[in-house]
């Protein structure tokens, strides 16, 4: 399995406070995803980053930053946390550009804001 | 936009039957995967397929990529318990290689 952690793995927050979701890997891959799962929208991809400190926004970025400082690590922030960011948050990482295919998903972390 | 429509959303069935999952698009994709998901954790690549045409076999498991590279299908025969997931279709867009997901397939087989 690839090395990929997720902290918190379960958080409950309310609305209007910040919140940041870690992603860690030691598989020294390049790439790395913000995804979001929810029922019925499969994942959908919030943000990547293809490299230290260059990030870019998918498909539903509204609301989220990212930053990686470090090639191993990749910070999701929700500045003032909606009850719609209630959802399951996966990161992801590859080799490649966008995995040619193949990334490697960490185990989740669930967010629920009230 | 490119979407990737799954069917069905929904798949309870008993131990042995055959069942499969369809993954249609519009849109041309340079690949398509296959991933499993299992609750509380993240999704598992069991295949790429990247002809058009192309057919390829995981044990139980058979992968379809159509011949316009628009669409898949998934085929599992005498499906087990152990089956029970979120199947996911992911195409890889032609132009610049992003993955865009399906809504997924939950199959429960029953023993």
Known sequence: ????????RHKVTETGTPVTLRCHQTENHRYMYWYRQDPGHGLRLIHYSYGVKDTDKGEVSDGYSVSRSKTEDFLLTLESATSSQTSVYFCAISKDRWGQGTQYFGPGTRLTVL | TQLLEQSPQFLSIQEGENLTVYCNSSSVFSSLQWYRQEPGEGPVLLVTVVTGGEVKKLKRLTFQFGDARKDSSLHITAAQPGDTGLYL???????TGKLIFGQGTTLQVKP
């Not at chain 1, 399995?1 to 918190?8: E, N």
């Not at chain 2, 279709?89 to 132009?95: P, Q, R, T, V, Y």
């Open chain 1, 1 to 8: 399995d690839a090395g990929i952690t997720q902290s918190p």
């Open chain 2, 89 to 95: 279709c992911a195409g890889a867009d032609s132009n």
